[in-house]
């Protein structure tokens, strides 16, 4: 193989069996070491040029296999094995819903009973005007009954001239589009603001003032159009200003409470001026006019099932004018799932009373208006009746399951009707396997990426033994080999010179060693490899105890001492 300069001094044979970080190191022969281990810098010295070209060629082919190798750095999959084992178990069938569901905190909430007019027809305008001279202002109300069906209807001064409460001869006739005579209002002596009704059900009255023959105005009467409350309007106001609340609602001069605070009422207020002052009190209630609907809605300010709405002490009718009187309250939730609300309050366990639910002989007692559903699976859980009681991720379905796998599971209602409300029933169920879940994840190395590095590092020692084998570069040579063998065996005791790695890679440095670096068998090397992929890795890579591995380390020696050779040949005149 080589002629090692300065040969150590030996003594007798023996064998040290040892481990050193990554490397199982055997030692055949032991040497007084003269030297440090670490690599020393390489000296190039002048030496045959044939001899120079092979170790270049050497140390080229060496290196560039390196960059192969560095490629092949092991991987490994990972792939979980599950051992699933089923126990006795009842479940709520696939399918089942519950109408369980997931709830946003809201505030209690109270309207109106009903629209705040609900005639079923209506006319326009309430506050009409003669076309000529007269000056009495007429103003139209009641309750159209519809019978004129929806068309215009003229009124008409008829009979000759006069003063409103002194016009003896004075009339208004009523006509409807095709000119019948429908009413023959006689005015006479009538005072002023006397209300005169027609038989349709609407009203005329007069203001003080003159009435001119064969002046007229118009009123459009809807039989199917209803009446329309208008929330800006003064209750006060008269005419076109009518706020047109439901007829007989009226509101006055007074005030009411709402959760306490007094709501002061004038007779000039409107809806609108009302409904502010509540939300601007100390109630803790938004007031608001629901124009769609034509409702008043008061919702309370802060959201739970606890804060609440009251009305009373009403004496301006605002509140029957705004049909809250008697409204029913709409309370508000907490926020929360329907699994944590008592049972009671779930349509879909309404039919459910109040009882115990048997499972395993243990009794779980349970009141519907207090209990809920969670808390009753959470009391099973809980108990000493050796089952778990869950409910899905889902919400809508329950397992009952025996904890221990070889026992039966029993449940029984009671009569009280709740396992019929979860999908099940009263009944003994057996375990179909034993219960046992469990789940492992093993590390594996790919068969043939550990028989492809195998191949690779059967390929490396040849190439590094090939190093080793140009006898006559001279010194250079010598050097050369020394750092590689620093390499290799760095950090390792000084006086061992042989070292066979876990992964069936050994390396020898001995004089009369034949290769300075051997390699198992394929099948054996790549058996290795795959048990001891993480060594592998560490002894050719690095890792974060050690910074680099060989490869690392020899391409960065090998590759200054190619520079190095090609500076020396060109010195003597050898083209690269």
Do not use: C, W
Not at 55 to 71: P, Q, W, Y
Not at 182 to 209: E, R, W
Not at 444 to 471: G, K, W
């Amino acid at each position: 193989m080589r002629n090692a300069a300065n040969p150590p001094h030996r003594i007798a044979s023996r064998e040290v069996s040892r481990l050193y970080g990554l490397i199982s190191i055997r030692s055949e022969s032991i040497r007084f070491a003269t030297s440090p281990r670490a690599a020393a810098p390489i000296t190039p010295s002048a030496g045959p040029t044939t001899d120079l070209t092979g170790l270049r060629e050497d140390v080229a082919r060496l290196s560039d296999f390196l960059g192969t190798l560095d490629r092949l750095q092991i991987r490994k999959q990972s792939e979980t094995r599950t051992e699933t084992v089923i126990g006795a178990a009842a479940q709520s069938p696939l399918g089942t819903n519950l109408g369980l569901q997931d709830r946003q905190a809201s505030a209690a909430r109270l309207e109106s009973t009903t629209q705040l007019n609900t005639t079923p027809t209506s006319y326009t305008p309430f506050g009409p005007s003669f076309n000529g001279a007269s000056t009495a202002l007429p103003t139209i109300g009641g309750v159209y009954n519809g019978q004129n069906g929806s068309q215009t209807l003229t009124f008409r001064v008829a009979g000759g001239n006069g003063t409103v409460g002194s016009a003896l001869f004075t009339r208004v006739e009523v006509r409807d589009e095709s000119n019948q005579l429908l009413d023959n209002i006689s005015i006479g002596f009538q005072p002023a603001g006397s209300v005169y009704t027609l038989q349709n059900g609407l009203t005329l009255s007069l203001s003080s003032g003159t009435l001119r023959v064969n002046n007229t105005f118009t009123v459009e009467v809807f039989a199917n159009v209803g009446s329309a409350p208008d929330p800006s309007k003064a209750f006060n106001g008269t005419r076109n200003n009518s706020p047109n609340l439901q007829p007989g609602l009226a509101v006055t001069s007074g005030s009411f409470r709402v959760n306490g605070a007094t709501i002061n009422v004038l007779a000039n207020d409107s809806i609108n001026s009302v409904l502010t002052k509540i939300t601007q009190s100390t109630a803790g209630v938004t007031a608001t006019y629901d124009a769609a609907g034509e409702r008043v809605l008061l919702t309370q300010k802060t959201e739970g099932a606890a804060p609440t709405i009251t009305l009373d002490n009403d004496t301006s009718g605002f509140l029957a004018a705004a049909k809250l009187t008697g409204a029913p309250l709409s309370p508000g939730q907490d926020a929360g799932n329907d699994a944590d609300r008592p049972l009671g309050e779930l349509a879909g366990f309404q039919g459910v009373t109040s009882g115990s639910l048997v499972v395993n002989g243990e009794e779980i007692a349970f009141n519907t208006a207090a209990d809920s559903l969670r808390s009753i699976l959470d009391r099973v859980s809980q108990s000493l009746t050796g089952a778990d009681a869950t409910l899905d991720a889902a919400g809508q379905r329950v397992q009952f399951r025996s904890r221990n796998a070889s026992a039966n599971l029993s449940l029984d209602d009671n009569g009280t009707g709740l396992l019929s409300a979860l999908g099940l029933t009263s009944a003994t169920y057996e375990p179909s396997r034993s219960e046992t879940t469990y789940r492992r994840t093993v590390s594996t190395v790919v068969p043939q990426q550990a028989r492809n590095t195998a191949v690779a590092v059967e390929r490396f020692a040849e190439l590094f033994s090939d190093l080793f084998d140009e006898e006559n570069a001279g010194s250079y040579a010598a050097q050369l080999r020394k750092s590689v063998e620093r390499v290799v065996t760095a950090g390792a005791p000084s006086d061992l010179d042989t070292f066979r790695t876990q992964l069936g890679l050994t390396f020898d440095f001995r004089g009369d060693a034949t290769q300075a670096a051997r390699a198992e068998d394929d099948d054996a090397l790549a058996s290795r490899i795959r048990k001891n992929a993480a060594q592998y890795n560490r002894l050719m890579f690095g890792d974060a105890t050690r910074s680099s591995g060989l490869v690392d380390d020899l391409r960065t020696l090998l590759e200054k001492a190619e520079a190095d050779l090609n500076r020396q040949m060109v010195g003597l005149g050898v083209k690269g």
